[in-house]
């Protein structure tokens, strides 16, 4: 008989109360942020959308709940207690006590406050001027800590307490994303004029040293005066009226003097028309702006000829990513200034000198990763250039509803692209006989064999994410893409597809919409079968703006009612908890 030696130690309980605090720290970080809704962008606010409270934001206050132990490892982790966020006037007693609990600590806070118009305040549930004050009371000391701040206010009361605290509260040196938003529903041009006409103000005394993130959404700096609007990684104008867009000058030298910049988003906004002004006239187009830097371009409700004389003065040479949203126009001369090749220049895409400078704002534009179309019309021939132009295009989403019907016929079309001659095969190995071979004759490099190949438009397409399409025409789609991407992978030499074929489906869908299209519904469900049995599978998602609606009482704002439950089921074996931690529990809520 075998005989085990006997552990040294005595065995430890292996419950989760024995985990290391260390450990148990991790996991509350981590899961404050989990599923975090606005990854992809340092902003919290979206023009013209509603904010709304990702459910992971309370988790802090959930854990603090369980046990004694796991509240005093909560209450020590300052950056569980950093973001402070004001949608309720209760949300100020909480914030309070979220201060204390970082101040030991040099942990940064990050800002949001979220207030309302006159007409639609409720007192007692939403913030206003009052409340605004007390707000701003509460976080100014701390100033020198921001590391996020996101304001929106909604009218001219909110707006002029705003001016006043930020012209007055000192340098932040620590913020580095700064969200202003002030849009409202002026009714008349009267009302419009009393919130534009004052000039506007400096603020944090024009010193943000680290400030990276920049978005200004209905509101205006004063654009001669604002130095820190330089060295930016993301920047985003919306929502302008034409008065108070910054002038082409300062528009030049805020681009110009971030050489870093990687997103840029214009809303409704962007450079301020001349009209008649000689001070604001633009420079001529062979003054273009190079950003070397950017990836993302987002480009949403601009008029066509301002579009074209916009971006006719740009050049991005390293763009990935393009979202446009442009609705109820015809946008073909944009499209023909993105697409048109017959005025590309060729030149290094690591090296663009002043005496090289290419006349289409993309230079790299076959080498776009990514494009996101919400709306768009144009013609046929237009959208057609588009589509065959992006040859390397990983990743596209679009609106079907939204943009012209021709687009979803484009994409049911085939194009011929040059493939490496020894990666196409047949059954005896030889090159097929309908391939035209070509070669490349560039003297400084040696001929390499090549043949044409018939393949989908967006050959390297992997995936597509659509909204407003038919379950027949999605289960058409679907056949296309499958039968041709089966058709190369036998081609390929040595089990290797020529083309990646699409792996990832997703379609707009609810439960709630459920028998609205039963073929649809189908495919959600028991994804698509090909002829020779291999089946693809749709992920689904809802989009921001079907959303199911949050009542007052939940998300962020539901942290008291769920606070308080959460406090009456965990008091199991807890009553002997010291009063100063009941008194927390009830500030937590």
Request: one cysteine or more; hydrophobic letters at 35%; a negative charge.
């Amino acid at each position: 008989m075998l005989h085990l030696p006997m552990h040294p130690y005595p065995l430890r309980s292996t419950s989760i109360y024995s985990l290391p605090v260390e450990l148990l720290t991790r996991i509350f970080v981590l899961g404050a942020g989990y599923d975090y809704s606005y990854a992809g962008t340092p902003f919290l606010l979206k023009p013209d959308q509603d904010y709304y409270a990702n459910p992971s934001s309370r988790f802090q206050l959930l854990v603090s709940h369980v046990c004694r132990h796991w509240r005093q490892i909560a209450l020590r982790t300052a950056s569980l207690w950093s973001m402070l966020h004001f949608r309720e006037p209760v949300h100020i007693l909480r914030a309070q006590e979220y201060i204390a609990r970082c101040l030991p600590s040099l942990h940064l806070f990050d800002i949001l406050v979220d207030t309302v118009a006159k007409r639609d305040h409720i007192p007692g549930v939403t913030l206003y001027q009052d409340e605004l004050e007390q707000i701003f009371q509460l976080i100014c000391p701390q100033v020198k800590r921001w590391r996020a701040f996101h304001l929106k206010i909604c009218d001219n009361d909110c707006k002029a307490i705003a001016r006043r605290h930020l012209s007055s509260c000192g340098p932040a040196p620590n913020l580095e994303t700064l969200q202003l938003y002030h849009f409202e529903d002026y009714v008349t041009s009267q009302n419009l004029y009393l919130a534009t006409y004052r000039p506007p103000v400096k603020v944090f005394s024009n010193d943000l040293p680290r400030l990276k993130n920049v978005s200004l959404i209905g509101v205006n700096l004063p654009w001669e005066q604002s130095p820190y609007l330089a060295h930016l990684h993301t920047l985003e104008l919306a929502l302008h009226p034409e008065n108070i867009r910054p002038p082409y000058e300062y528009w030049d030298s805020m681009l110009r003097n971030s050489p870093d910049l990687q997103t840029l988003s214009l809303h409704y906004s962007g450079p301020r028309v001349a009209d008649g002004d000689t001070k604001l006239i633009w420079p001529a187009e062979r003054e273009r702006i190079i950003i070397q830097s950017l990836e993302n371009l987002s480009l949403t409700d601009l008029d066509p000829d301002y579009l074209v004389r916009l971006m006719g003065r740009l050049v991005l040479p390293g763009l990935k990513k393009l979202s446009l949203d442009l609705p109820d126009q015809d946008f073909t001369p944009f499209l023909d200034l993105i697409t048109d090749a017959k005025h590309r220049i060729q030149a290094s895409n690591n090296h663009l000198s002043s005496l090289c400078v290419p006349r289409i704002p993309f230079p790299s534009f076959s080498k776009l990763d990514s494009l996101v179309l919400t709306a768009l019309e144009g013609n046929t021939e237009s959208l057609r250039n588009l589509v065959r132009g992006l040859r390397e295009l990983r990743s596209l989403e679009i609106h079907f509803a939204s943009v012209s019907d021709a687009f979803l016929d484009i994409l049911f079309e085939e194009m011929d692209i040059e493939v490496k001659e020894d990666s196409v095969k047949t059954p005896d190995g030889s090159l097929p006989a309908h391939k035209t071979s070509s070669s490349n004759t560039s003297p400084n490099r040696p001929s390499i064999p090549l043949c044409m190949e018939r393949v989908p438009v967006l050959p390297l397409l992997e995936t597509l994410k659509m909204s407003g399409l038919s379950g027949t025409k999605t289960k058409e789609l679907l056949h296309f893409r499958h039968t041709h991407f089966r058709r190369l992978s036998c081609q390929g030499k040595g089990g290797k597809a020529l083309i990646p074929g699409v792996s990832m489906w997703i379609v707009k869908w609810s439960e709630r919409w459920r028998g609205r299209d039963k073929l649809l519904d189908q495919l959600v469900e028991q994804g698509w079968t090909a002829e020779d049995g291999t089946r693809v599978s749709l992920n689904t998602f809802e989009g921001e703006s079907d959303e199911v609606d949050y009542d007052d009482g939940e998300g962020e704002e539901g942290e008291e009612e769920e606070g308080e439950q959460a406090q009456e089921e965990t008091t199991d074996g807890e009553d002997e908890d010291e009063d100063e931690d009941e008194d927390e529990d009830e500030i937590d809520e």
